[in-house]
């Protein structure tokens, strides 16, 4: 039994629950706003996953391995630093489960939705591989010496 660890799960735990609210509200805000990040196709993708990854396990009626977890490492012993006392009352709730089910697969929902609503933008092209082989800054080739274009210099 590890207080401290079972603390680090529980902040790692909230970070998560952050990360799945805030960036769908993020998205919709930032879509608004007109902020790039939320076009950011890995974002919206590993954003997806983790809210798909939470409403699959609870539709299949799995405990999240996150609670699990902690709840392992802290034994009996109750969250007892201030900051863990408060994540805790955050994070766990009383409601029956089906509050949770249907709250986190419509939450799941919205940010796939959300995926054809606010579509994540092209993946951006690295400017050294989008240029041809031989091609300046300009878009000019570079003259090869004596083909006439250019000073011509001896070939060694």
């Known amino acids: ?50 809210i798909g990854i939470v409403a699959l396990g609870v539709l299949v009626g799995a405990a999240c391995p996150l609670t699990r977890w902690e709840d392992a490492l802290r034994g009996e012993a109750p969250a007892a630093s201030f900051v863990a ?3 805790s009352w955050l994070l766990y709730w009383n409601p029956p489960p ?11 929902a919205a940010t796939l939705a959300t995926l054809v609503l606010v579509p994540p933008g092209p993946r951006p092209v690295a400017r050294r591989s989008a240029r041809r082989l031989g091609e300046s800054r300009s878009g000019r080739c570079r003259p090869e010496p004596g083909d006439g274009r250019g000073p011509a210099s001896p070939r060694a």
């Open 1 to 50: 039994m590890s207080v401290h660890a079972a603390d680090a799960v529980l902040l790692i735990h909230a970070l998560l629950v952050a990360f799945n609210v805030g960036g769908l509200i993020g998205t919709w805000l930032g879509a608004w706003l007109g902020w790039r990040w939320v076009r950011v196709r890995t974002f919206r993708f590993v954003h997806l996953g983790a």
């Open 98 to 108: 089906r509050v949770f089910t249907v709250l986190y697969v419509t939450w799941a």
């Open 85 to 87: 006392r408060w994540v």
